[in-house]
């Protein structure tokens, strides 16, 4: 069963443009979160998209978006780049179980640099 | 809000040795607990979880203990080895919102020979 794919891998961008991340769960999985992780904030929780909803959002400004496909693949945006929105950019799926908690399985992450 | 505290790093221990890295949580209600491990240039593995109190998640001689009245999910390994050496997240997640994980900062462990 293949893992969750973030594309790409890697990923430099000028201060001021914008950039798009992609991210496909595990098949079968509806529920997709992304996460932000720098040295000095450790991981936060972005948004969490679920049937192409979002469902949960963290304390993020609005540069910050994403979407989810019918085939929960999920893209987020960041408009009007910063040089402190230089991360790894980290998605993880899982299959929501109705009434219980599961695993989230993440991928490699995309390391955006701005400059 | 949901928090999540790790003892600071970074951890060095000789291989062989026993290991404990202390996380402790605050959080409304019973959140699921869990382990993640992120090797140098990866993203996230999930290393062990409890979803309930008193369980006790294990995973490649790794455990923890879901303790309720301290509030804390402490890992430990009796044994490292080498390839052990990684950066151990403990995180939360509230039933029904298993994909919003609230994360500690983070613990490195090296081991070396």
């Known amino acids: 069963k293949a893992g969750v794919t973030q594309t790409p891998r890697y990923l430099i961008k000028t201060r001021g443009q914008q950039v798009t991340l992609s991210c496909s769960p595990i098949s079968g999985h509806r529920s997709v979160s992304w996460y932000q992780q720098t040295p000095g904030q450790g991981l936060q929780f972005l948004f969490e998209?679920?049937?192409?909803?979002?469902?949960n959002k963290g304390n993020f400004p609005g540069r910050f978006s994403g979407r989810q496909f019918s085939n929960s693949r999920s893209e987020m945006n960041v408009s009007t780049l910063e040089l402190g929105d230089s991360a790894l950019y980290l998605c993880a799926s899982s299959w929501d179980r109705q009434g219980g908690s599961t695993e989230a399985f993440f991928g490699q992450g995309t390391r955006l640099t701005v400059v | 809000g949901d928090s999540v505290t790790q003892m600071e790093g970074p951890v060095t221990l000789s291989e062989e040795a026993f290991l404990t890295i202390n996380c402790t949580y605050t959080a409304t209600g019973y959140p699921s607990l869990f382990w993640y491990v992120q090797y140098p240039g990866e993203g996230l593995q999930l290393l062990l979880k409890a979803t309930k109190a008193d369980d006790k998640g294990s995973n490649k001689g790794f455990e923890a203990t879901y303790r309720k009245e301290t509030t804390s999910f402490h890992l430990e390994k009796g044994s490292v080895q080498v390839s052990d050496s990684a950066v151990y997240f403990c995180?939360?997640?509230?039933?029904?919102?298993?994909?919003?994980?609230?994360f500690g900062t983070g613990t490195r462990l090296q081991v070396t020979l």
């Open positions: 998209y679920f049937s192409e909803t979002q469902r």
């Open positions: 995180a939360l997640s509230h039933t029904g919102t298993a994909s919003k994980l609230t």
